[in-house]
Each structure stands twice: as structure tokens, then as C-alpha cells.
């Protein structure tokens, strides 16, 4: 077929084969969603004419250090999601995430410059959104998480793999950020001495939900981890949320991880990397949305104590994110992709104006919880 493949990767032929698809692309498309992974549309046509959409990914290996065993957790976690669903009279194809076999039957595929490839099913028919719409969107994102959250409760955990070890602990994210700073590779540090002076003053914060876990008064679950809201696909027609995506970072962890970290992205409102920072702010309005959609799906699986540190935990995870942002930019952008060379500072100040904000909503943002919390009995 005579598809021009200019821009797709150069082992393109040799992934291909290792599916069977050989000679079958009939179109693709990158698709430029997050910062980490290379990820692709394609489409191959059959033999007998029919066509077939499928996902693209090259897993990136210098963040995902131990790709197979990230492969098998979502995997793990998709065949349970699966029965969960049929049980429900769902459809799995189109509501998790399938992982196609190579012809020699492995789940991932690595090419010839040991580059690690994997195929998903496509949903089609189906969008993400950068930025919340209309509030009623970020009510079914709550919903869709906490759904998610409460199809796993009963999932064995012994059997997940913790393939970023301290992904969510926000302590150790700020011992990261203290020898950033010291090593100052970059030789960015003069530049960012507010930012530093904020992070340095909320060292507190950044072990309260790690000693809630380590002391077992919140449970361990199955967590997503990265609960942006352009990881939920909605449904072209219907609009309502149909998969969750991005299983990258399934592993064990808080509930509170996932809460929170929708919350900072979801409920600001201005974008992530937005340059000016008067922009930025907590919306409250969307933020009582999201935690009654995900009360109502996942309200009945959590403790009280989860519940009590579901505000708290939106601070923190923006923090968290904050940081892992003044990081990277002090080490010279290493980790996250960048589109210019102060992306990562804009990024950082960013959370950090929603840090200063949800600091002075956060009794506001306890009484909205506390009322949801109560309607769910
Ligand atoms: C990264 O690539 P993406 O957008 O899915 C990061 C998340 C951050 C997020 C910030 C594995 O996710 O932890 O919250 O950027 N993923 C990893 O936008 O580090
Ligand atoms: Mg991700």
C-alpha cells in the first residue's frame, strides 16, 4: 500500500510484522497527548477489506524503567476491569483498554534499537478534553474515576508490581527537589529562589499522607496515579465517559493520590502551563462537582478517614506536581517534555499559584465535602 510513512518511527516495518499487520497501514496520525509517551493512531485494512483501528505506543523506558512488569500490571488490571464489566453489561472493548499480543504471543514488542512498542484497541467515536467545558463534564469525570477506584476495591494488590517506587510520595518528591537544588545542573537556581522559598515553607505537608499509609490508617489500592482529565474518554455522541486511559502508573497507592490529583487539574482554571498566574484558581464550583460524581461511584468503598483528607489531598498532590516540575527545570528538563525552555517554570508556577489558592479556600473546600459526604447517606 503506498501510505507515506514519513514521520512514523524508523522500525515502523519491523513493528508491523511483529503484529501481523505487515503491508495492512492505511492511515495514521500521531497523537500528541501527555509528556512522556510517543503514541500514534493507525488504521489497517484486512485482506477482505475490513478495517482496523488500533493505538500505537513506544513506552518511554528512561521513566518506565521496568516495562514488563508495568505491562503486566495493566494487564492485570484490564482483564479484571473486563469481567467487571460484561458482569455489568458493559462493553469491555470499548470500556478498558485491551493489550494486543505480537504474533509470537508477547504483550509488548522491542525492536531492533531496543525500543519497546505496544498495541491497544482504539475507541473510537470517542475525545478528550484539555480543559473543563461545562460543569456537568467534571461531574462525570468524578464519576468516572471513583467508578474505577470501586470496580478495583476487591482487586488482589499483592499481585501489582510498584514499577515507580514512591511515585505519590511527596516527601520524597521534596528530598528530590533539595538536591536538585544543590546540584543546580542546570545553573538554574538563582532564577527560581521564590519558588524554592514557597516549597521550603510546606515541608510539612509533604509527609501527611505517606504516614497515614505506612501507619495503616488508610488503606492501600489499586491507583491510576494519573488522573488528568484528558485520561477519560467521553463518548462523541452521548458525552458520557467511557474509558479510562493511560494505565502506565496502576500500582498500589492512596485513593487520595487520584482525588487530588484530578482536582489540580480538573478544578484550575487555567491550564497547567499557563504563563500568567493571575489566572490561575481553584474553581469551587467545579470542585464540588467532581466530588459528588465521585462520591456516588466510589463514596461507599472509602474509610472516613479517606474522606477527611480528600480536600487536603488536592493541595498536596498539586504541590507534589509543583515540585516534580521545579525539579526537572533545575536539572535541565530531563524528565518531562518541554515545547521551550521555561516550560517547566511556567508549569511549576502554576501549581504553586493553585497551591496559594486552595490554601485559602480549604475550609470552604472541607464544608463542600462534608455536605456531599452527607447526602451519600
Ligand atoms: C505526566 O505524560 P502524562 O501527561 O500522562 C506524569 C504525571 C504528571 C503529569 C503532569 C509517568 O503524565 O505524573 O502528573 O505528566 N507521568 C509520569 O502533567 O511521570
Ligand atoms: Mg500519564
Not at 467545558?133 to 474505577?148: I, M, P, Q, S, V
Amino acid at each position: 500500500m503506498g501510505i507515506i510513512k514519513k514521520g512514523l518511527p524508523d522500525c515502523i516495518d519491523e513493528i508491523l510484522e511483529a503484529y501481523g499487520l505487515a503491508d495492512k497501514l492505511s492511515d495514521w496520525s500521531m497523537i500528541c497527548n501527555g509528556h512522556i509517551n510517543r503514541t500514534y493512531f493507525t488504521e489497517f485494512t484486512h485482506s477482505d477489506g475490513k478495517k482496523e483501528k488500533r493505538l500505537l505506543q513506544q513506552i518511554n523506558t528512561e521513566v518506565f524503567k521496568k516495562p514488563l512488569e508495568l505491562m503486566e500490571n495493566i494487564i492485570r488490571v484490564t482483564d479484571y476491569l473486563r469481567v467487571q464489566i460484561e458482569a455489568e453489561g458493559g462493553d469491555p472493548e470499548r470500556e478498558t483498554l485491551r493489550v494486543y499480543n505480537t504474533c509470537g504471543g508477547s504483550n509488548c514488542f522491542i525492536d531492533s534499537e531496543g525500543l519497546y512498542w505496544r498495541m491497544y484497541n482504539y475507541i473510537d467515536n470517542s475525545f478528550s478534553y484539555n480543559s473543563i467545558e461545562n460543569d456537568e463534564l467534571f461531574y462525570r469525570a468524578g464519576e468516572a474515576f471513583g467508578k474505577f477506584q470501586s470496580r478495583l476495591a476487591s482487586f488482589p494488590i499483592e499481585t501489582l508490581h510498584d514499577t515507580i517506587p514512591d511515585f505519590h510520595n511527596t516527601y520524597k518528591r521534596f528530598l528530590n527537589l533539595k538536591a536538585a537544588a544543590e546540584r543546580n545542573a542546570a545553573g538554574r537556581l538563582d532564577e527560581v529562589e521564590n519558588e524554592m522559598d514557597f516549597a521550603l515553607k510546606r515541608e510539612a505537608d509533604t509527609s501527611v499522607i505517606a504516614e497515614l499509609m505506612e501507619k495503616g490508617e488508610i488503606p492501600v489500592r489499586v491507583t491510576h496515579n494519573d488522573t488528568k482529565l484528558n485520561n477519560i474518554m467521553f463518548d462523541s455522541e452521548s458525552g458520557k465517559a467511557v474509558c479510562i486511559v493511560d494505565l502506565d502508573t496502576v500500582m498500589p497507592g492512596s485513593s487520595l493520590y487520584d482525588f487530588g490529583d484530578a482536582i489540580r487539574f480538573g478544578a484550575n482554571t487555567a491550564a497547567e502551563d499557563e504563563k500568567d498566574v493571575s489566572k490561575v484558581s481553584l474553581d469551587l464550583n467545579l470542585y464540588e462537582k467532581y466530588v459528588r460524581g465521585y462520591l456516588k461511584s466510589a463514596g461507599k468503598s472509602l474509610t472516613e478517614k479517606e474522606l477527611e483528607y480528600l480536600p487536603f489531598s488536592a493541595k498536596l498532590l498539586t504541590f507534589e506536581c509543583g515540585m516534580r516540575f521545579l525539579t526537572d527545570y533545575l536539572d535541565g528538563d530531563v524528565y518531562f517534555g518541554i515545547s521551550y525552555p521555561e516550560h517547566n517554570l511556567d508549569r511549576c508556577r502554576t501549581q504553586f499559584a493553585l497551591v496559594a489558592d486552595i490554601e485559602r479556600k480549604l475550609d470552604e473546600m472541607i464544608k463542600i465535602t462534608r455536605d456531599a459526604c452527607g447526602s451519600l447517606c
